[in-house]
């Protein structure tokens, strides 16, 4: 018996319904993506490994699926390393490649091997495929699209400010209100902990605080504690688990409790700015909320820091983040040039728009108008006709047999056809054809001379 076949944990088939889901999500990221000036690239679905390693902590590393070399690469490992058991000696030498974490990283090597072809600064916009070795959940996939758009080659906050505006009109485009922007800066998370002498392990108080919405603040001081960081410095960070009011009230907490940090009091400078000039400019749909415990455990960013939340009510993790990395090309050779991104997720957007029915019904038609099929010269009729109504941009076929009257009439059902035409040997006598609505049944004759009577309305 043949064994029943399967896809692997976390990746998914899409049907031609999804499909056209997805296209509706990423035709219109794409065209405010355009209208805010984004030019298109794209990169190879794997890069080497020493461009991904290295780039997104610890714990980034290790979601990084490997590809194994080809050939006998088994038989290069020498024996020590073979016999040790040991994956971080054993993986470079038989594994120098692997599939893409994200789209920036591959995006700061395309910079620095293109750098003489770019005119600075550099808009782009990716929509690609991504993979992650992550546990599979809700929204959590390990093969998942990003949609992001990036600029490289200017430092000016009009960058995040601008980038916070296409967040709103796409959310807007899309319908889906009560989104929200949360927003913070990896410079006041530094001048956090200086003022609470962690400065030497931020990276580990950053990955820590940044599993708040989902340990809560009891596990994230757990983890705190067990990665080194003293009890004391915990507790002078308490007040900031539980920062409310809005954005001023909590810029105004922020200055005086980094008032000794030039670090941190240079991010509270950069969020001012970036709150007063959205409250200037204002917002569609979404609104933009400080959240000082937001830290995007990356570790190539180094300014503005953005996480997207789904509207209240719907259980969904982020759908959609982002920041700044002023050195992120650096580790490539190309030095001093800052950069500034965000990502859509647009499979978590899918699942949020499906859970709050806010997608097209028209979405559901794939099929505009269905010829049936009576075989003879009444099925080339037919065809002739479709063939019309295509040229006009209208979504037309023709049943492919002539099969029973019931069976075509059933397809037709099946695929939320609106209208069906029927072209029998009376009509041919008579030059014209026959169009059944499907939703309300009444049926109408035309002369198949002038067909634009019928489809200039649809």
């Given amino acids: 018996m043949a064994q029943k076949p399967s896809i692997p944990k976390g ?24 209208v805010f000036g984004f030019q298109p690239i794209e990169t190879p679905a794997f890069e080497n490994s020493d461009t991904l390693m290295g780039k997104y902590g610890d714990e980034g590393d290790r979601l990084i699926f490997k590809i194994l070399n080809s050939g006998d690469f088994i038989s290069k490992v020498d024996d020590v390393t073979y016999s040790s058991k040991d994956s971080k000696s054993l993986t ?13 990283v591959p995006f700061a090597r395309y910079v620095v091997m293109h750098q003489n072809e770019i005119d600075f600064p550099f808009k782009r916009y990716q929509i690609q495929p991504v993979w992650r070795a992550d546990r599979p959940q809700k929204g959590r996939f390990r093969e998942f699209y990003q949609c992001d758009a990036d600029v490289v080659g200017a430092n000016s906050l009009l960058q995040e400010i601008e980038l916070i505006q296409l967040y709103d009109a796409v959310f807007t485009d899309l319908k889906l209100e009560g989104v929200t922007i949360k927003l913070n800066n990896r410079k006041i998370l530094a001048g956090i902990a200086e003022v609470i002498d962690a400065k030497n392990n931020l990276v580990n108080f950053t990955v820590a605080l940044d599993k708040l919405d989902k340990i809560g603040a009891d596990g994230v001081q757990k983890e705190m504690l067990a990665k080194g960081i003293s009890e004391q410095s915990i507790k002078k960070a308490d007040p900031l688990f539980a920062l409310s009011g809005s954005n001023t009230d909590q810029l105004a907490v922020l200055k005086k409790f980094l008032a000794d940090s030039e670090q941190g009091m240079s991010g509270v400078e950069d969020l001012e700015y970036i709150t007063n000039s959205i409250d200037d400019l204002g917002l569609q749909s979404t609104q933009l909320a400080l959240d000082v415990t937001l830290a995007r455990g990356l570790n190539y960013y180094t300014g503005a820091i953005f996480e997207v939340a789904a509207p209240e009510g719907v259980q969904m993790g982020s759908i959609g983040g982002g920041g700044r990395y002023d050195d992120l090309t650096g580790i490539f050779g190309l030095k001093d040039v800052s950069g500034i991104g965000i990502s859509f997720g647009l499979d978590r957007i899918y699942l949020v728009l499906e859970e709050l029915g806010l997608f097209p019904e028209i979405l ?72 059944k609505n ?19 309305n649809l």
């Fill in 438 to 456: 499907m939703a309300s049944g009444e049926q109408n004759t035309f002369s198949l001379e002038n067909p634009a009577v019928f489809f200039k």
């Fill in 92 to 104: 470079p030498k038989i594994s120098d490649k692997a599939l893409r974490y994200d789209l920036t």
């Fill in 11 to 34: 990746t998914r088939d899409f049907s031609p319904e999804d499909i056209a889901k997805r296209d509706y999500i990423i035709d219109i990221v794409k065209k405010h993506f355009k």
């Fill in 364 to 435: 559901h038609k794939s099929l505009e108008v269905l010829c049936i099929n009576f075989g003879g010269k009444e099925s080339m009729a037919s065809l002739k006709l479709a063939n019309q109504l295509r040229k006009h941009g209208i979504r037309a076929d023709v049943y492919p047999s002539n099969a029973k009257m019931q069976k075509q009439m059933k397809y037709a059902n099946n695929r939320n056809v609106p209208y069906v035409i029927l072209i029998g040997e009376k009509e041919m006598m008579n030059n014209s054809f026959v169009v």
